[in-house]
């Protein structure tokens, strides 16, 4: 433990818990007065905003000790929908428990643990969860999933992975947006609010209903993913992120052309024909 900066040792001879130690094994964050505001605090609301709280909860121990009863906890909140197979009732969640778990555990990995009067946030609406972290990422928002791992808090991302929370290989926005896109959920957000993190996972939309910044989104996403894995973005692939019939490819067509003129993906290839385009990230 002292190898690992747990415990350190005092001037007595005695041993001391270091805030490493408290922030991952701690019984009770509340005990350690520079820590009780880094505790995970979950809040639900009824509808789509902020105006009626229904539920709130804030943890109470550290991040390693009570990680999976965070996500079972976060879970069981989580608005689900029911689907009746054959003679028995299923229960399927709005949001894939991967991509909730793997944003968790970002929030708790990167967040700036110097930033006071602030903590790692997750707030559910009927619609949406959100997840905030305090501190600015170290990478812009848009290559978070191309970038290459880099921890702001290294201790403690090296003794979760070695605990089996996260693996700190840089996967893990990778697994959210194939979530996202596996079941053909709107593309999630990454953004900078003040001086936090935001991520937000969305419920199922239509694409009907997905609005020009969603659609976007959601192609470059699906460029950036299928370009981490050595491959490219074409009609065909969109359409199965989408759920778009063979017969309807003039709408990815149209998918893409907004995602062209917003300078998001570029043609690997201006000179092929229509039909054999392939596309790339505009960073690729």
Known sequence: MSADCLIVQSKIGKWN??????????????????????????VVYRGNNRVETLREQEGGKGYASGFEGLIGFVSNLIPANEIIHQAFRKRVPMYPELAVR??????????????SGSGPMVEIFEDRIEITNPGVPLVA?????????????????????????????????????????????????FEISGDNTHAVLFAHRPLAKMDKSDRIRACYLHACLRCVNRDYMTNTSLRERFGIEPRNSAIASRLIKEALQAKMIRAYDDSAARKLMKYLPFWA
């Not at 555990?105 to 643990?113: G, K, P, S, T, V």
Request: net charge neutral.
């Open 141 to 189: 928002t848009e290559r978070f999933l191309d970038s290459p791992p880099r921890s702001r808090n290294e201790a403690l991302a090296l003794l979760l992975r070695l605990i089996g929370i996260c693996e700190e290989g840089g996967s893990g926005i990778d697994k959210i947006v194939f979530q996202t896109e596996y079941y053909q959920l709107p593309a999630p957000v």
């Open 102 to 115: 793997e944003l968790i555990a970002n929030a708790l990995i990167h967040q700036d643990l110097f930033v």
């Open 17 to 42: 818990i270091s805030n490493l130690g408290a922030i991952l094994f701690a019984k009770g964050l509340t005990e350690f007065q520079s820590l009780k505001r880094k505790a995970m605090r979950v």
